[in-house]
Structure formats: C-alpha cells, structure tokens
C-alpha cells in the first residue's frame, strides 16, 4: 500500500514562489488523490506488492493498465518534484562538478535555464519538464501528462510540474511567471548533484 511521502520542506518554505495555500491543494489534494487512486487500481493484483518504478515500467504503453500507469507515474513525478524544490533561503547556485556538466551539455548556465525554461513553456496542455541524464550526457525534455523520464529509459535529475493546479492559485494563468520564479529561487541543485 502506498502512502503520501512526506513534503522534504515545511508548507512555508516556498513562500513567496509557491504559497502554502497552493501546497495544501497540489500536495494535500491533488497528489493524494494520485496515491489513493492508485492503491485502489492495484489492489488484489501482481502490482499490489511493487514498486513505483516497477509498476511504471511494467504498464507503460499498456492500454487496459493506462490507469494504473497514469496514477503511478503521477505519484512518482509529484514525489520527484517535491524533491527538486528547495526552501527559497537555501543555495541558490550549482555545485562545482554538476556546473560543469551543466556547461558541457548545454554551454552555460544561462543556456541551460534558456532550454528549460522554454521546454516547460512549450508543453501543451499539462505535463512536465525534466533535467535527466542520458547516459554521459544531460538534456532536458518534457513530458504530457503523467509520462516521464522512466518509462523512457532516461534518469531525472530535477522535474517541473506544468500543469495548472501546480501554479494556479498564485500565478493564475501566469505559467511563464511559476516557472521563472522555480528556475530562478527553488530548483534544488543537490538532488541534481546527488542523481549525476
């Protein structure tokens, strides 16, 4: 049985980027229901027992299991997202080695901001984008939905959430506004480092 993990930061520690009104809705509402739904979908099955990335990886393209993999997905990117955010007080730069990887793959730290940035804007409709690593070297995609990086074979370094429920109370129908407030104040450089 799954469980709601439990936020790596205090339901303030966002503020002013990401209010702990909207925390309380994403988190408390929205993620919850992803971990409730897929409890009930699992139940009794050979799934009930694994884990999230054995179930994502067993039902990704499945149609009859697009449920179970939708809800899964979705638990797994809300809890790698929640761990690419960090207290807006905390570091706000890259550490030597990740900077370094960061400027071979994409040139600067100005370009790599530049491309996801325009990743997460770019993404019709809900989804994500994702900092992963593709065998030596990083990239950034973007995902629709529930999709992510898992399900095809790369590893994720940092996510941003774009869909409306992540943003909407604070920035309204503002995205590129959440997303330079998260690129800029919030996006957790360790979990990067400690992923590379």
Not at 61 to 72: Q, T
Not at 102 to 125: H, K, P, V, W
């Amino acid at each position: 049985m799954f469980t709601l993990s439990p936020l790596p930061f205090k339901p303030t520690a966002l503020e002013p980027h990401i209010s702990a009104e909207t925390l309380e809705f994403h988190y408390g509402k929205h993620h919850q229901a992803y971990v409730d739904n897929l409890n009930k979908l699992v139940a009794g099955t050979d799934l009930e027992t694994a884990t999230l990335e054995e179930i994502i990886m067993k039902t990704v393209g499945s149609l009859d299991k697009a449920p179970i993999f939708n809800n899964a997905a979705q638990v797994y990117n809300h809890d790698f997202f929640w761990k690419s955010l960090r207290p807006a007080d905390a570091s706000l730069e890259p550490a030597a080695d990740l900077l370094s990887a960061i400027n071979a793959s994409f040139g600067s730290l100005d370009s790599f901001y530049n491309e996801f940035r325009t990743a997460a804007l770019g993404q019709f409709g809900s989804g994500w984008a994702w900092l992963v690593k593709d065998g030596a070297s990083l990239k950034i995609i973007k995902t629709a939905n529930a999709d992510n990086p898992l399900a095809k074979g790369l590893k994720p370094l940092l996510a941003i959430d774009v869909w409306e429920h992540a943003y909407y109370l604070d920035y309204q129908n503002r995205r590129a506004d959440f997303v330079e407030a998260v690129l800029k104040n919030l996006l957790n450089w360790d979990l990067a480092k400690a992923n590379l």
